[in-house]
C-alpha cells in the first residue's frame, strides 16, 4: 500500500464475461465494467469471454488466481438458475473464502430496483491466493448496479471506514 491516502491505489483488474452468445462488439455488460473501472483509475488486465462452461470458468479463474499481476476478477453472466448457469458453483470451486455479504448487499441494493426478482441472482464474492472474485449478473443494470453501490467504494483504497484494496496486501496472511 502507498503512504499517501488521499491517491487512489490503481488495481489490476480481469474482467470475465460468461456468456454462450456474447462477443466483444456485442458484450455491453463486460464493457461497463471496463469503462466504469479504468473511470476509477484501476487498470484492466485482462478481459474474456467464456462460455457457461463451469470447467471453462474454473480454468479461466485459477490462471488469474496464479497471476500475481491480478488483484481481482470480476465476472459477469452465469449467476442465474437455470440449467446453464454455473459461475456460482464455479468460483465456489476455486476460493479459500467466501464474502456471503457482498451478494447479500447486491441483492439488498437490487430489492428496490426490480423487487422480489432480486431473489433470482446468485451474485457471489470470495478470494483465492490473494485475489478477489466477485460474480454479478449478466445485465448491464446489475453489473452498474454492483460496481455503482459496491466495488467503485470497496476497491478505493480511501473508502473508509473500511475497504478491500486496503486488505489486499494481508489477504495471504497465515
Same mark, same amino acid.
Given at each position: 500500500?502507498?503512504?499517501?491516502?488521499?491517491?487512489?491505489?490503481?488495481?489490476?483488474?480481469?474482467?470475465?464475461?460468461?456468456?454462450?452468445?456474447?462477443?466483444?462488439?456485442?458484450?455491453?455488460?463486460?464493457?461497463?465494467?471496463?469503462?466504469?473501472?479504468? /473511470?476509477?483509475? +484501476?487498470?484492466?488486465?485482462?478481459?474474456?469471454?467464456?462460455?457457461?462452461?463451469?470447467?471453462?470458468?474454473?480454468?479461466?479463474?485459477q490462471?488469474?488466481?496464479?497471476?500475481?499481476?491480478?488483484?481481482?476478477?470480476?465476472?459477469?453472466?452465469?449467476?442465474?438458475?437455470?440449467?446453464?448457469?454455473?459461475?456460482p458453483? /464455479?468460483?465456489?470451486?476455486?476460493? =479459500?473464502? =467466501?464474502?456471503p455479504?457482498?451478494?447479500?448487499?447486491f441483492r439488498?441494493?437490487?430489492?428496490?430496483?426490480?423487487?422480489?426478482?432480486?431473489?433470482?441472482?446468485?451474485?457471489?464474492?470470495?478470494?483465492?491466493?490473494?485475489?478477489?472474485?466477485?460474480?454479478?449478473?449478466?445485465s448491464?443494470g446489475?453489473?452498474?448496479?454492483?460496481?455503482?453501490?459496491?466495488?467503485? +467504494?470497496?476497491?478505493?483504497s480511501? +473508502?473508509?471506514?473500511?475497504?478491500?484494496? =486496503?486488505?489486499?496486501?494481508?489477504?495471504?496472511?497465515?
Amino acid at each position: 500500500m502507498q503512504d499517501n491516502p488521499a491517491v487512489p491505489v490503481a488495481l489490476n483488474l480481469a474482467i470475465l464475461t460468461v456468456s454462450d452468445s456474447r462477443t466483444l462488439e456485442t458484450d455491453t455488460s463486460g464493457a461497463t465494467l471496463v469503462a466504469r473501472a479504468e /473511470a476509477a483509475g +484501476h487498470i484492466i488486465a485482462d478481459r474474456q469471454i467464456i462460455s457457461d462452461d463451469q470447467a471453462l470458468i474454473i480454468q479461466q479463474l485459477q490462471s488469474w488466481i496464479q497471476d500475481p499481476a491480478i488483484d481481482v476478477v470480476i465476472s459477469t453472466g452465469g449467476t442465474g438458475v437455470t440449467g446453464r448457469d454455473v459461475t456460482p458453483e /464455479a468460483f465456489a470451486a476455486v476460493w =479459500e473464502k =467466501e464474502i456471503p455479504g457482498f451478494g447479500e448487499l447486491f441483492r439488498w441494493q437490487s430489492l428496490a430496483k426490480i423487487g422480489t426478482s432480486t431473489i433470482q441472482s446468485r451474485a457471489t464474492a470470495g478470494v483465492a491466493n490473494g485475489t478477489y472474485l466477485f460474480a454479478l449478473p449478466g445485465s448491464s443494470g446489475a453489473v452498474k448496479d454492483a460496481w455503482d453501490g459496491i466495488l467503485i +467504494h470497496q476497491l478505493d483504497s480511501r +473508502h473508509k471506514p473500511c475497504n478491500f484494496a =486496503e486488505l489486499l496486501p494481508r489477504l495471504k496472511e497465515k
